[in-house]
Every structure is written in C-alpha cells, then in structure tokens.
C-alpha cells in the first residue's frame, strides 16, 4: 500500500528563483528565508518520497484568462518547465506518474468534483522553486510528479472549504492507491501579498500567523472566511494560500504534526513561509 509521509509548504515567488540562480543564498536579504530549507531537506533525504502530488496555481503558462479551469489534474508522462518571461533559465523537467494520475481522477469525479484533466501540461515557477529548494543539488529530481492547479488567478476562485475538500478526495484516492510509493505532499504560494493597485506592498503577519497556527490541527479554521474575505484578510496574490489548504486536505482529517516551520518578510513584497508537517 501507498503510504502518504506529510508535506511541505512554501512560497514561490519568482525572485526566489533569481536568488538561487545568482548563489545569494547567504545574503543578508535572502538569508533568512533560505535558512528554513535544511529541516525540509533533512527530512525528504531520510525518507525519500517515490512521487510528490503538488498543489499551485498556474501564472499563464497553460491557462490564461480566457480558459481558466477551477481545478486541473496532470496526466501526462513528463513535464517541461518553459520561459515565463522572468529571465529565470529553463528548470529541469519532471517524470509524471500517469497512473497514479488518472486514479486520482477518478476518484475526483466519482466525488463529483469536475476537473479539466491534462495529457499534456508545462509547469511553471510556482511548481519549480519549491523543488528547486528541496532538492538543490540535484541533477535530476529523485521523485514522480502528479501536479494539481488551483485557480488562484481570476474570479470565480474556489472556496477554502471547496479546496479543503478537494485535498480530502486526494487524500482518498492516495489511500485507497495499491503501489507501494511513499508520497509526499507540496502546497505552494503565499503568503500575504498584493503586487498590485492602492494596497500593493500589502502584508498580513497576524494572518499568516493564523494560517500557520491553524493548517496542522484545526485548517476548518481557515476555511471560516470566504474568498473575498481572505483576499482583505492577505492580499489579492495572498489568496494562493488555497493551495496551502488543499495540500492539507490531502494529508487526510486527522491532525498533522508540525515539525517545522520558517516565516519571514518580506522577500519582493511577499511574506515568505516554510511549514513541514508529518502524518500522525
């Protein structure tokens, strides 16, 4: 039987990927953020995770606001990371897990969810860097992927409790999966910021120190809060924090342990976090 270890969470701003590109890692601005990675890597070295299901949302390299799915699924046996137009260089690509895929699928549908499935599917930043600062050194990534996007983009977002409940019907498919994998979980973006308008530059610390306190024992919490009332609450870009609650949901109902965690601003504007929780 498949057995699902925890998962991480962090940001994914695109400056992370510049900073790691240009060795700023021990720079006093970025520092402090790279300095909450050695606990996650310590951890995905000791248990090394046959397939990572990722939780992020697209920013235009497969959808855009003309076709926006709520919820789409990967399917496909490799995924190529291309330009964004960031200046970043081309991130290596992944090995998809079609079958795991399609069983989660299933499952979705079968719990009435109405996801846009994708044979062929490219991932972007938001993907990338939580892989990148998991695994620097790698020359390939040691682990499959099944990703997952969420619109965070363009209204009408999904609720908290929808992406709650998403993660769980995961959760459900991963448990109810006959391989023998280890599987880790990833939610990425975040946390409070607005790039944008007359509150760009906005950041929240008492709320995401609320989400952070919460995700382990209590994500309901979260979900309290409709859409419009988390995007006041952390910011127009802040409402990527939905990733963060469904990758939760994937880890199942009962309560997580936290290991872990690292929270600093801002890196460009972003309140920048990293969570790692393990399965009780």
Known sequence: M????????????PAIGGAIVRGDQEEPYWKPFFDGFPPVRDWLGAE???????????????????????????????????????????FKSFSGHPDLSWHIIEQLVGDEFDVTTCQS?????????????AYPKAKEWPL????????TVQYPLPSAKRCLALGRAVHRALASWQGAEKIVVIGTGGLSHQLDGERAGFVNPEYDRFCM???????????????KEIVRKSGSQGVEILNWIAARGALGEVPARETHRNY?????????????????
């Open 121 to 133: 599917m490219l991932v972007d930043h938001a993907l990338s860097i939580p892989f990148e600062l």
């Open 144 to 151: 499959k992927l099944v990703p997952i996007a969420i619109n």
């Open 213 to 227: 306190d919460s995700l382990a024992a209590n994500p309901e919490a979260i979900c309290v809060d409709s859409t």
């Open 264 to 280: 600093h601003i801002p890196i460009s504007n972003t309140a920048a976090a990293t969570m790692l929780l393990e399965t009780v």
């Open 2 to 13: 498949a057995r699902i270890i925890g998962g991480y969470f962090t940001s994914h701003v």
């Open 48 to 90: 090394r995770p046959d397939v990572a299901v990722c939780f992020y949302n697209d920013h235009g390299l497969n959808f855009f606001l003309d076709k926006m799915p709520t919820f789409a699924v990967g399917a496909a046996h490799e995924y190529r990371n291309e330009d964004e137009g960031w200046g970043l260089p081309l």
